[in-house]
């Protein structure tokens, strides 16, 4: 075939490849050719090249399809990328990096037709999750193999490590390649030659790190970063003989011991990340003796105590990076005074006290990042004389004073939000012409948003000045072409920016907290129109009907807490991407439209504190979104529609004071997601039975069912599986609070006697309230094991019985209220032993003796015990006499929990047995098993047990008149 030409050797090689022919001859089949048909076999695609950013390495800024140059008509030694071997003509190098490659490499590819190839480098394409073929492993004569970032997948195979004349060897952030421990011994035993070992986003979970000391003593090169390793590994590693850059960085389970032990003797090492690897220490003095040293990555290491100043003999440095850490103490002088720093990064941790006043260094810094600490003082001059600076970022600190004007106009990301800064923004921000993030919130500055300052400003795109005075000029018009995100809340601006009338590409605005007055312009309706997917104008002035808004790319609408009025518009229909809608506290009427329930988008639906009337549209759709529905003081009427329980998501519902009737909720029972059911004050009626599934509502946290008109006992198997309210462990969610993205979950709730809003609902606070029902019955025992109870409210209903004193055990309890029931007997004197609790009623009962002394009982006043004729003691006027009787001693947690013995002979017929007889209480105890608890056996008893358990006391007989 060596006297065809290539064009047919090409046609013949289809044709066999079709055939599924592959014999020895193919070997002769020209380089040309191979490249050729490996072309015809993927595709071209932008998308397929991305543009990739690492802290050492950019990746396919510059791609473009080198392929599509290619032609067939030409010597293939001259397309871009090919290089070939002046004397032979073989092909020995191939470097398609960043040419928009998409499709698969099978292990019959002609790629695998070029047996010479000394360099391959398929980096920053596609490969759709491709297997590398075992086909790697026959480029005897490979020196550098790259395949990173090209989507390759699934296990590395054991033929990678035929190469043996491997130098470099990357195949780092491709879709997390497994290295087995097999193919990783053979890496380490054959390729003794290499220099280069990229394995980045790789898993080596099951390799032993230690194993790393194996690799050859010429390695420069090893990068493993977020590649798994776990376990020990010598620290010695820091210092091979030969190593210039080591890149071990969110390996978090990987233990390198102390920094302090390291040797730290090597003058090679160029570039460290050992980023998220806890070392729990300071960071030694000692790193200053790494001289050559340009990139030090040590975010997130948890160190402690004040930085090292010794940093500043580290005068190659470029890039330092000492975030998210647990540093104190002042600023080291000697970090800006080093004079080749390129970006410095000291974010996110608790350093103190003013910049330095002097500085000599810094002439090459384009990067500062020092949020989120206490730093204080004022911004000194020299920060507005750097020539290179591109990003300040000082948010979160104490600075004071003014804002100083800018020198130089290079900066594009300035953040000085949440500060303390005072005066106006300087004018100097008017020349920064490739500035894209400006962010000046919560300070206490004045600004006039006019054409002057941001009319040059043609590139910004995120602009923040929320929470300080602010004042609008809309007497002149100005364009922000590119300007996506606007935050003016908390301004006391009074109308709407009239320069949006030309923002075409906004897809964030938050006018919130402001005082705009009147209707919504009709104009706001057009803004965005393709683009915005975040509108918020809550807590503002705004009346007249609901806005006509473009709702086609909205995805989070936010109206509450204004003055609209009329219905919510039909075209509500058309927002197919809603994801919450918050339009509560307003003065909407109307009904509720069916279309928001049929979405399977959205994911909150809060119309709370409006006059919406009918009834709650029955359609829930299946597969729906919902997290949080909150209907809540309105007039809606009518049942609840059983579609609810399609809601499998939902978290918290809340459909308190309406008109809606029926019986209990049971079907909400099976959502296992749902952690606040409100339906207090509407027209709920009937007994609540028992459960109907196996282990319902086992994340509620919440419950509040008062102001209805249930009856009958308390739903006593309900309480015994409320298993989340039994959890006590409140330190791994005592941060958390409900809610997910730009909603935070709030929630009006009876606490402590009065009804307060909680904005934000901790994940920890529990509470249950069935006041203002007509409930009878004992007060259930069982209630003792709901140990993260916060607040238990059972007044104003018809209980009878005794204060459970296993009560005592609610060692969370903040808030007791049984008042206006039916209880007898004492105060049990293990309520006094609750920490936390702060109020307690037991008002309007019928309780008797001394009232508890010690700890939280010596804060409450007369008001928890009055209507209690029988009480005495602290607070009371009335003093307990020396011969008040006793409280007999409580029942165990175990009988006190079985208030539904299985055998028929419970208390009461204990009692009657001791009052009647013991055979006629058998009797009594036996009908009460078997007939299922005559009505009358059961009121006599329940209402009489006070006197028979003081029969009881006295030893008295009273049966057939008998002593």
């Known amino acids: 075939m060596g006297c065809l030409g290539w064009k047919y050797q ?29 072309n015809h076999s993927l595709s071209l695609d932008l998308f397929a090249s991305p543009f990739y950013h690492r802290s050492r390495i950019q990746m396919c800024d510059n791609s473009y399809p080198k392929t599509a140059s290619w032609k067939e008509d030409k010597d293939c030694c001259t397309w871009d990328g090919v290089v070939c071997d002046q004397t032979t003509r073989h092909v020995i190098g191939l470097d398609l990096s960043c040419s928009w490659l998409r499709g ?8 695998f037709f070029l047996p010479h190839l000394r360099t391959l480098n398929l980096a920053g394409n596609c490969f759709n999750e491709s297997l590398i073929s075992p086909e790697f492993g026959k480029f005897k004569t490979l020196i550098h193999l790259n395949l990173s970032y090209s989507c390759f997948s699934g296990k590395i195979p054991y033929e990678i490590s035929h190469l043996s004349s491997l130098v470099s060897l990357d195949l780092s952030f491709s879709d997390g390649l497994l290295i087995e421990t097999p193919v990783w011994k053979r890496v380490i035993h054959n390729l003794t030659q290499l220099r280069e070992l990229l394995l980045d986003e790789s898993d080596m979970s099951s390799i032993r790190p230690n194993s790393l000391m194996n690799l050859s003593s010429s390695l420069t090169t090893l990068s493993l970063n977020y590649c798994k390793l776990r376990g020990k590994l010598e620290n010695s590693i820091l210092c091979l003989p030969s190593i210039q850059t080591l890149d071990l960085g969110f390996n978090f389970n990987l233990d390198l011991g102390s920094l302090h032990k390291s040797n730290w003797s090597s003058s090679y090492l160029k570039f460290l990340d050992l980023s998220s690897i806890s070392f729990s220490e300071k960071l030694p003095d000692s790193i200053g003796n790494l001289k050559s040293l340009k990139h030090l990555d040590l975010y997130n290491c948890n160190f402690t105590g004040s930085i090292s100043s010794s940093l500043g003999n580290l005068t190659k440095l470029t890039y330092l990076a000492l975030s998210s850490n647990n540093f104190s103490g002042l600023l080291p002088l000697s970090l800006f005074n080093l004079p080749n720093l390129s970006s410095l990064y000291l974010d996110n941790n608790q350093l103190v006290g003013p910049f ?25 001059y020299w920060l507005f004389n750097l020539p290179s600076l591109v990003t300040l970022y000082l948010d979160g600190n104490q600075f004071i004073g003014e804002i100083g004007e800018f020198k130089s106009n290079s900066l594009e990301h300035l953040d000085l939000g949440y500060n303390k800064l005072q005066g106006s923004i300087p004018r100097s921000i008017s020349r920064f012409v490739n500035l894209t993030y400006l962010s000046l919130s919560s300070n206490n500055l004045i600004s006039m948003l006019e054409l002057d300052m941001f009319s040059k400003l043609k590139n910004l795109n995120y602009l923040d000045l929320s929470s300080n005075l602010v004042s609008i000029n809309n007497n002149v018009t100005y364009t922000l072409p590119k300007l996506s995100s606007l935050t003016l809340s908390s301004c006391n601006i009074t109308e709407f920016p009239i320069f949006l009338r030309m923002v075409t590409t906004l897809q964030f605005l938050d006018l919130s907290k402001n005082r705009i007055y009147g209707q919504v312009p009709k104009w706001l309706g057009d803004m965005g ?4 997917y975040f509108l918020d104008l809550r807590d503002n002035l705004l009346q007249g009907p609901f806005p006509t808004l473009n709702f086609l790319s909205l995805e989070y609408l936010f109206v509450s807490n204004n003055k609209l009025t009329g219905g919510i518009p039909s075209l509500i229909c058309n927002a197919s991407s809603l994801a919450v809608l918050d339009l509560s506290y307003n003065n909407l009427s109307g009904v509720v439209p069916k279309c928001l329930v049929h979405s399977n988008v959205l994911q909150v639906l809060d119309l709370r504190m409006n006059r919406l009337h009918g009834t709650i549209p029955a359609t829930f759709s299946k597969g729906n979104k919902f997290r949080n529905i909150n209907l809540n003081g309105n007039q809606l009427e009518g049942p609840l529609p059983r579609s609810l329980a399609y809601c499998r998501n939902l978290e918290v519902l809340d459909l308190g004071s309406n008109k809606i009737n029926g019986t209990f909720p049971y079907w909400l029972e099976g959502l296992l997601n749902l952690q606040v059911l409100v339906i207090r004050s509407n027209k709920f009626q009937g007994r609540i039975g028992n459960p109907k599934t196996k282990f319902p509502f086992p994340n509620l946290r919440i419950l509040d069912i008062s102001n209805n008109e249930f009856n009958g006992s308390l739903p006593i198997k309900y309480f015994k599986f409320f298993k989340a309210m039994t959890n006590v462990d409140e330190g791994k969610v005592v941060s958390k609070y409900m809610g997910d993205g730009y909603y935070q979950d709030s929630l009006d709730v009876m606490m402590k006697g009065l009804y307060v809003e909680l904005v934000r609902i901790p994940t920890f606070f529990t509470t249950i309230d069935f006041s203002n029902n007509n409930f009878r019955g004992e007060v259930p025992k069982i209630i003792w094991r709901l140990k993260s109870l916060k607040g238990l409210n059972f007044s104003h209903n018809n209980l009878i019985g005794y204060i459970p004193s296993s009560f005592g055990n609610l060692s969370n309890l903040e808030w007791l209220d049984l008042s206006f029931n039916k209880l007898i007997g004492e105060i ?28 939280q009982f010596n804060t409450f006043t007369n008001d928890s015990y ?9 607070p009371l006027s009335r003093k307990c006499n020396s011969h008040a009787v006793k409280k007999p001693p409580p029942f165990t947690l175990q009988q006190e929990d079985n208030s539904e013995p299985e ?61």
């Not at 490849?17 to 191979?34: H, R």
């Not at 129109?529 to 915005?532: A, E, G």
């Not at 009461?908 to 009594?924: D, E, N, R, T």
């Open 828 to 855: 049990p004197r293990q309520l006094a032993d609750i920490p936390w609790l702060a109020v307690l009623n037991l008002s309007h009962n019928q309780l008797t003796g001394p009232i508890p002394l010690g700890k």
């Open 356 to 380: 330095p006043n002097h500085v000599s260094g810094l002439l090459s810094l384009k990067n500062l990042y020092l949020s989120s600490n206490f730093l204080n003082g004022t911004l000194p």
């Open 104 to 111: 698969s490499i099978h292990s019959n590819s002609t790629l």
């Open 10 to 38: 090409l046609f013949c090689l289809l044709v066999l490849i079709q055939m599924g022919c592959f014999s020895s001859s193919l070997s002769s089949i020209s380089p040309c050719s191979a490249l050729l048909h490996f």
């Open 903 to 963: 055998n028929g002979f419970g208390w009461q017929a204990v009692s009657m047995g001791y009052g009647c007889g013991v055979i006629f209480g058998m009797l009594m105890g036996y009908l009460m098993f078997k007939i299922g608890k005559p009505k009358c056996i059961v009121r006599m008893v329940m209402l009489e047990q006070h006197i028979l358990l003081r029969r009881l006391k006295k030893n008295t007989q009273r049966c057939g008149g008998k002593k």
């Open 866 to 874: 009055t209507e209690n004729l029988g009480l005495c003691g602290f």
């Open 529 to 532: 129109r393709d683009s915005l």
